[in-house]
């Protein structure tokens, strides 16, 4: 299992990022798709999730409204679309899947910097 993200940077406040996790080493319409993020000094959360056909799909209460999980199984890619992004959203952000045995695989993650 191989997880790549991509589309990290810096923005300021109020701008927008999207995110973009390529997998590869399963078969990737068959899971549900997580993105994680740890902010400096904080524990590892869940931000999203999305099911293997793309509904339904759920988000921390932090970003709801602001924050968009997709998914192109074509391209055995999922994304995370960023909008009025805070400083509270800095963080490194890891693309995530869970197989059925339980397994967590992780990317390398790519970091968000929000800064004016």
């Known amino acids: 299992v191989q997880l790549v993200e991509s589309g990290g940077g810096l923005v300021q406040p109020g701008g927008s990022l999207r995110l973009s996790c390529a997998a590869n080493?399963?078969?990737?319409?068959?899971?549900?798709m997580r993105w994680h993020r740890q902010a400096p000094g904080k524990e590892r959360e869940w931000v999203a999730f999305i099911s293997r056909g793309g509904q339904p799909t759920n988000y921390v209460d932090s970003v709801k409204g602001r924050f968009t999980i997709s998914r192109d199984n074509a391209k055995n890619t999922v994304y995370l679309q960023m909008n009025n992004l805070k400083p509270e959203d800095t963080a490194v952000y890891y693309c995530?899947?869970?197989?059925?045995?339980?397994?967590?695989?992780w990317g390398k993650g790519t970091l968000v910097t929000v800064s004016s």
């Open positions: 995530n899947v869970v197989d059925t045995l339980l397994r967590n695989y």
């Open positions: 080493g399963f078969t990737f319409n068959n899971y549900g």
